[in-house]
């Protein structure tokens, strides 16, 4: 596949789109602000977690590991209710401003029903994490909280939290909003759309249909996907459910992200992305490939549940946050959203 050049511009930030459902986005951090480190799904090494905070210390933050974080438990980092426990703290203590994944893995489903979504309306805090922790993210979307499907704490610590991808995270995190720039690429579909972003792991949101943790159950969707370790033939299989279930007709747009170590079946199909755009191209919406989202480097940061402007064009593709004002995105404006 064609490589693909991005830039990353910086805006001010931004608010939900009138006619859209309201969302809260969590309050921006300051130094000194703490972070929680929590292992939701499977169980990290420590040195992961280790690594991980002393990069938070760099950014200027305090990293406060969560009693279970680094627990095992059949694979999992403690039992789901330990799992679920130490995300409830992270988001009850008022001390807390944001909350950060070690990894993904396994397990995060087995916490979904742990942490009712009114405790996500009530502390909105920036939750970071992607693969598994695709789940978390649909259920706070589902709350109406935005999340950032982001880089955990291996990959900020592998490149010493310098490289374009963390940098970008560390900005974002500070209320500076990313505006994507792509170049070209010969599956795209040419339009321009706006919606709420939200995606993630395919598997994992697939998994979800139709509870009450459905982040699919959303207006107005511009949708990413990624995957890794996935066969084409279930990837076919859960783009196919999307349309079953009337969503895939209703997308404002679809962002292809990296699709790694995918088992091939014996088809003429060249790659998993000519299998997607072999169905995708039979809808009238814009699609871009190679997103830089996903389990590949780079995995640029997006927010779940903004609202974006995608432009596709001959030229290249441009993805941007957008509000009622030129300020753009409004985050709450208490330090903890307490009591909202």
Not at 41 to 52: H, I, L, N, Q
Not at 154 to 167: F, K, N, P
Not at 241 to 267: C, M, S
Request: glycine share 10%.
């Amino acid at each position: 596949m064609k490589e693909v050049f991005i830039s990353v511009l910086f805006l001010s930030c931004l608010l939900t789109a009138s006619g859209q459902r309201q969302m809260t986005m969590p309050a921006f951090l300051k130094p000194g602000d703490s972070i929680a480190v929590i292992s939701p799904c499977s169980t990290p090494e420590e040195k992961t977690v280790a690594d991980g905070c002393a990069i938070l210390r760099q950014w200027g933050y305090v990293p406060v590991v969560g009693r279970h974080a680094l627990d095992e438990d059949h694979g999992f980092a403690g039992t789901a209710d330990d799992r679920a426990s130490d995300l409830l703290w992270a988001l009850r203590d008022s001390t807390i401003r944001a909350i950060m994944c070690s990894r993904g893995g396994d397990g995060a489903v087995q916490v979904l029903m742990r942490v009712p979504l009114s405790e996500y309306r009530r502390h909105p805090k920036w939750l970071i994490g992607f693969s598994d922790v695709t789940a978390l993210h649909s259920a706070s979307v589902q709350a109406g909280v935005m999340s950032i499907h982001g880089s955990m704490c291996y990959a900020i610590a592998a490149q010493e939290g310098t490289d374009t991808v963390s940098v970008t995270l560390r900005r974002l995190l500070q209320g500076e909003l990313p505006r994507y720039q792509l170049a070209p690429h010969s599956l795209n579909q040419y339009g321009t759309a706006e919606g709420m972003l939200v995606g993630g792991n395919f598997s994992v949101f697939c998994g979800l249909a139709g509870s009450d943790y459905d982040f699919l159950r959303q207006r107005d969707i511009i949708l990413f996907i990624e995957d890794t370790d996935e066969e084409m033939t279930k990837v076919d299989r859960m783009l196919h459910l999307l349309e079953v279930r009337g969503i895939l007709q209703r997308l404002k747009a679809v962002i292809v992200g990296h699709f790694t170590d995918y088992k091939r079946p014996k088809n003429d199909f060249d790659d998993m992305y000519h299998m997607l755009h072999h169905y995708l191209q039979h809808y009238p919406i814009p699609v871009v490939y190679g997103f830089p989202v996903g389990h590949a480097r780079p995995n640029f940061p997006l927010i779940e549940g903004a609202q974006v402007r995608l432009t596709v064009t001959p030229e290249g593709t441009t993805m941007q946050y957008k509000g009622r004002d030129p300020d753009g995105l409004t985050p709450d404006p208490s330090p903890t959203g307490e009591g909202r």
